[in-house]
């Protein structure tokens, strides 16, 4: 229950093109959803994060689209572009005091030049 | 960048050795956490901090400990390395008990157990 499931492990996308990955989680108490952004050799990065009360996030290219009723949220970004390659983590936490985050296993996206 | 400096950034060393890794940040924040990150597991929170000598297990504390005696400084140690823990380890900190706020992560410390 204590899960997040991202899917695919590894993307190729065309420059241009839109990248998505998806995240499944079980736990209802979740009420926070983050993603990272960890390019080679650095640390994971907050790159853009939603609550459950709302169904869509923007933020320039990068988009999260989140489903309640479903238990789903995915990234999209729009217009890839080849900095974009890196890998994605999504995650989930709960509120009310407990200050752990529940990392998905990543997506390593490769953006086509 | 948040000022989070992780020593030493690469390490090689023996099985059965201790290991100690440093965690160092500059900017005042009360929560501070150890992950590895390892490939098709992502990153496994393995013990954490939420203020000078107050810690708290992980998911994937066994075969570790962790000190942190300065708000600024959060040590991990391996006190008998085993070829397992093999990894890259990530130090994060965070401002507020609230999940919601961000964990900023350091750069990594690259550890091989031979």
């Known amino acids: 229950q204590q899960q997040v499931k991202q899917s695919p492990q590894s993307l190729i996308v065309q420059k241009g093109g839109i990248s998505i990955i998806n995240c499944a989680y079980e736990n209802t108490a979740f009420d926070y959803f983050p993603w990272y952004q960890q390019f080679p050799g650095k640390g994971p990065a907050l790159l853009i994060a939603i609550r459950p009360d709302v169904s869509e996030k923007k933020e320039g290219r990068f988009t999260i689209s989140f489903n309640k009723s479903a238990k789903q949220f995915s990234l999209h970004i729009m217009d890839s572009q080849p900095g974009d390659s890196a890998t994605y983590f999504c995650?989930?936490?709960?509120?009310?005091?407990?200050?752990?985050?529940?990392f998905g296993k990543g997506t390593r996206l490769h953006i086509l030049p | 960048d948040a000022g989070i400096t992780q020593s030493p950034r690469h390490k090689v060393t023996e099985t059965g050795t201790p290991v100690t890794l440093r965690c160092h940040q500059t900017e005042n924040h009360r929560y501070m956490y150890w992950y590895r990150q390892d490939p098709g597991h992502g990153l496994r929170l393995i013990h954490y901090?939420?203020?000078?000598?107050?810690?708290d297990k992980g998911e994937v504390s066994d075969g570790y400990s962790v000190s942190r005696s300065k708000t600024e400084d959060f040590l991990l140690t391996l006190e008998s390395a085993t070829s397992s823990q093999t990894s890259v380890y990530f130090c994060a900190i965070s401002e507020s008990i609230r999940a919601t706020q961000p964990q900023h992560f350091g750069d990594g410390t690259r550890l091989s157990i031979l």
């Open positions: 901090s939420y203020g000078v000598k107050d810690t």
């Open positions: 995650a989930a936490s709960m509120g009310g005091g407990d200050d752990k985050i529940i």
